[in-house]
Antibody, heavy 119, light 111 residues
């Protein structure tokens, strides 16, 4: 059974950097796209972007372009989401999920990483 | 900002049928397939319907999806208490160089 396991909850201060991870337990990590989804407290789901670990082809939502960086290391089956300077408005749950571009067909999902940014 | 619009809430008694609508446009639902997700309280979303009307293995046939033009619908027949959750539609949007978009979400309450 394919599983995506995300890194643990983080508490950071505004202006700090952060990189969270999503490890794929499957054997075909390089052949599937991995996406990231944000869910702010009490709010809905937002599509952030996707990456193809095989060649690092990355697509971003215009809303998140320039605000975050999506990357992957296929040698350890892990995708990443990172910020260079966090803001309080980045406080949210972040999910990774396997799914291709051209459709929002995400399955399976990681368990989520809660990021809290507070001074 | 979501470009797919759903009603904020829906409700029904056990055994009833509940329908959730998802309204989009020609750049998303009008030309791409729709998927639906169920998010139980405190958990990650789960794929419920893909390619407009297909159920993944393990999803009860009480859940069904349909699409017409720039709108889609999710129906839950024989509503059960464990169906109380948030439901989201999703589709690819071909505008702005292409991106995924989710619906605004619908909270289903079992009375």
């Amino acid at each position: 059974e394919v599983q995506l396991v995300q890194s643990g909850a983080e508490v950071k201060k505004p202006g700090e950097s952060l990189k969270i991870s999503c490890k794929d337990s499957g054997y075909s990590f390089s052949t599937y796209w991995i996406g990231w989804v944000r869910q702010m407290p009490g709010k809905g789901l937002e599509w952030m972007g996707i990456i193809f670990p095989g060649d690092s082809d990355t697509r971003y939502s215009p809303s998140f372009q320039g605000q975050v960086t999506i990357s992957a290391d296929k040698s350890i089956n892990t995708a990443y989401l990172q910020w260079s300077s966090l803001k309080a408005s980045d406080t949210a749950m972040y999910y990774c999920a396997r799914g291709p571009p051209g459709t929002v067909w995400f399955d399976p999902w990681g368990q989520g990483t809660l990021v809290t940014v507070s001074s | 900002q979501s470009v797919l619009t759903q009603p904020p809430s829906a409700s029904g008694t056990p055994g009833q049928r509940v329908t959730i609508s998802c309204s989009g446009s020609s750049s998303n639902i009008g030309r791409n397939t729709v998927n639906w997700y169920q998010q139980l309280p405190g958990t990650a979303p789960k794929l419920l319907i893909y390619s407009n009307n297909q159920r993944p293995s393990g999803v009860p046939d009480r859940f069904s999806g349909s699409k017409s033009g720039t709108s889609a619908s999710l129906a839950i027949s024989g509503l059960q208490s464990e169906d109380e959750a948030d439901y989201y539609c999703a589709a690819w949007d071909d505008s702005l160089n292409g991106r995924g978009v989710f619906g605004t979400g619908t909270k289903v309450t079992v009375l």
